[in-house]
């Protein structure tokens, strides 16, 4: 098992819980000395560049490939085909739109290899997917669904790091920077952080989410077939300003010389040790059908970035075990919502009955009352629980 970016935050982590659970990995980078300090005295394989690491695939042959090395959608594609060619399993940790749809239309490709590629393997897919797939599961296709992600996590002191600021620069230059939603079956732009939500959650916290194009939209609609998606996060503020400068962000960021000089510099910012904002981070869906019925599910888990790594080493463990199917799939859709329990989390949701008129409003972002000027909210009662 071959771990892409060994030497960086998530692959460290990744190789540590493949160690625990009695697994050497391979630690595959650019700086050998970096590496080898994570490897522990594992194997390790040094490279120069993403044609390189491709190239080491094809020749070494591993039976899985976990890439951690952003940004996912320069990356995954030469790496999937890679890992296919070398009759290896794939998974990634991509999170945003154009990445998720680029690995999964590789789907034919996967099936016709007999291996299994899957992406989004972390917090933001994974854990809404699976609420998604929980409330979907033995239903016809739903009409509306909002997912919204509400993540925790701890913050370790020391440099941002270039790949998670070369993920998030280029996915405003690729085109992440407007707001995407489905609607009537089709990607479509809207405003970016627009949509927004007032959520309480089950332990009684209140947060706002705004809609963000991250790649649990794409798993969103996939796991529930709904014409009309959303998906939202409580990651980004909700001022009506931020939807006019992003979008010049974005198109700055498309020269070359300036996206590069950006991602730099961003991968020198040094973080500041914190503690999680929250206790629990939580994956919420609302889901409504043709006839009426709106159900509301959430996923309870805790610091946002352990879940990830939990969900990257699980999966990898399952398709080195041969557990795997031929295809291209988001974690839930390959494994099922079991996968996100046995990665620590816990489900519970609740069911409302009537038309769903004001729920719609939360679930798809469109409030249909009029003169509102605060976001519609969804109630979670405690009482409901399962």
Same mark, same amino acid.
């Given at each position: 098992?071959?771990?892409?970016?060994?030497?960086?935050?998530?692959?460290?982590?990744?190789? &540590? +819980?493949?160690?625990?659970?009695?697994?050497?990995?391979?630690?595959?980078?650019?700086?050998?000395?970096?590496?080898?300090?994570?490897?522990?005295?594992?194997?390790?394989?040094?490279?120069?560049?993403?044609?390189?690491?491709?190239?080491a695939i094809r020749? &070494?042959?591993?039976?899985?490939?976990?890439?951690?090395?952003?940004? =996912?959608?320069?990356?995954?594609?030469?790496?999937?085909?890679?890992?296919?060619?070398?009759?290896?399993? $794939?998974?990634?940790? /991509?999170?945003?739109?154009?990445?998720?749809?680029?690995?999964?239309?590789?789907?034919?490709? /996967?099936?016709?290899?007999?291996?299994?590629?899957?992406?989004?393997?972390?917090?933001?897919?994974?854990?809404?997917?699976?609420?998604?797939?929980?409330?979907?599961?033995?239903?016809?296709?739903?009409?509306?669904?909002?997912?919204?992600?509400?993540?925790? *996590? +701890?913050?370790?002191?020391?440099?941002?790091? +270039?790949?998670?600021?070369? %993920? *998030?620069?280029?996915?405003?230059?690729?085109?992440?920077?407007?707001?995407?939603? $489905?609607?009537?079956?089709?990607?479509?732009?809207?405003?970016?952080a627009g949509d927004?939500?007032?959520?309480?959650?089950?332990?009684?916290?209140?947060?706002?989410?705004?809609?963000?194009?991250?790649?649990?939209?794409?798993?969103?609609?996939?796991? %529930?077939?709904? @014409?009309?998606?959303?998906?939202?996060?409580?990651?980004?503020? %909700?001022?009506?300003?931020?939807?006019?400068?992003? @979008?010049?962000?974005?198109?700055?960021?498309?020269?070359?010389?300036?996206?590069? =000089? /950006?991602?730099?510099?961003?991968?020198?910012?040094?973080?500041?040790?914190?503690?999680?904002?929250?206790?629990?981070?939580?994956?919420?869906?609302?889901?409504?059908?043709?006839?009426?019925?709106?159900?509301?599910?959430?996923?309870?888990?805790?610091?946002?970035?352990?879940?990830? *790594?939990?969900?990257?080493?699980?999966?990898?463990?399952?398709?080195?075990?041969?557990?795997?199917? @031929?295809?291209?799939?988001?974690?839930?859709?390959? =494994?099922?919502p079991g996968l996100?329990?046995?990665?620590?989390?816990? $489900?519970?949701?609740? +069911?409302?009955?009537?038309?769903?008129?004001?729920? *719609?409003?939360?679930?798809?972002?469109?409030?249909?009352?009029?003169?509102?000027?605060?976001?519609?909210?969804?109630? $979670?009662? @405690?009482?409901?629980? %399962?």
């Amino acid at each position: 098992m071959w771990v892409l970016g060994g030497s960086g935050r998530s692959g460290r982590a990744i190789a &540590e +819980e493949l160690r625990a659970g009695g697994l050497e990995p391979v630690l595959v980078g650019r700086d050998g000395a970096r590496l080898a300090t994570a490897a522990r005295g594992g194997p390790t394989v040094v490279v120069g560049s993403i044609a390189e690491m491709a190239a080491a695939i094809r020749r &070494e042959r591993p039976a899985v490939v976990v890439n951690t090395v952003g940004p =996912f959608v320069r990356t995954a594609e030469p790496l999937v085909a890679a890992a296919l060619a070398a009759g290896a399993h $794939y998974l990634d940790l /991509a999170n945003d739109v154009d990445a998720a749809t680029a690995t999964l239309s590789r789907d034919t490709a /996967a099936r016709e290899a007999g291996r299994t590629v899957v992406t989004g393997a972390g917090f933001g897919v994974t854990a809404t997917e699976s609420v998604v797939v929980r409330l979907c599961r033995d239903e016809p296709a739903a009409t509306a669904v909002r997912v919204d992600m509400v993540p925790s *996590v +701890e913050l370790v002191e020391g440099p941002l790091g +270039e790949a998670i600021a070369a %993920s *998030v620069l280029e996915g405003f230059a690729q085109g992440g920077s407007p707001g995407r939603r $489905y609607r009537d079956g089709r990607l479509v732009p809207t405003r970016f952080a627009g949509d927004p939500l007032r959520l309480r959650l089950p332990d009684g916290e209140q947060v706002t989410t705004v809609a963000m194009p991250f790649g649990e939209l794409v798993a969103a609609q996939r796991a %529930s077939r709904a @014409p009309d998606v959303v998906s939202a996060t409580s990651e980004v503020p %909700s001022s009506p300003l931020l939807g006019l400068i992003v @979008p010049v962000i974005g198109a700055i960021l498309r020269l070359g010389r300036v996206r590069r =000089f /950006a991602i730099r510099r961003v991968a020198g910012l040094r973080l500041t040790a914190r503690p999680r904002p929250r206790e629990h981070s939580w994956a919420h869906a609302s889901v409504e059908w043709s006839d009426g019925r709106v159900r509301e599910g959430w996923l309870r888990l805790g610091d946002a970035q352990a879940f990830t *790594v939990s969900v990257a080493a699980e999966v990898a463990r399952r398709l080195l075990a041969g557990d795997g199917r @031929p295809g291209a799939f988001t974690p839930a859709a390959l =494994f099922g919502p079991g996968l996100a329990e046995t990665c620590g989390g816990e $489900y519970r949701d609740q +069911e409302r009955a009537g038309t769903g008129a004001d729920s *719609v409003g939360g679930a798809t972002g469109t409030t249909r009352s009029s003169g509102a000027k605060q976001p519609p909210t969804s109630s $979670y009662p @405690p009482a409901t629980r %399962s």
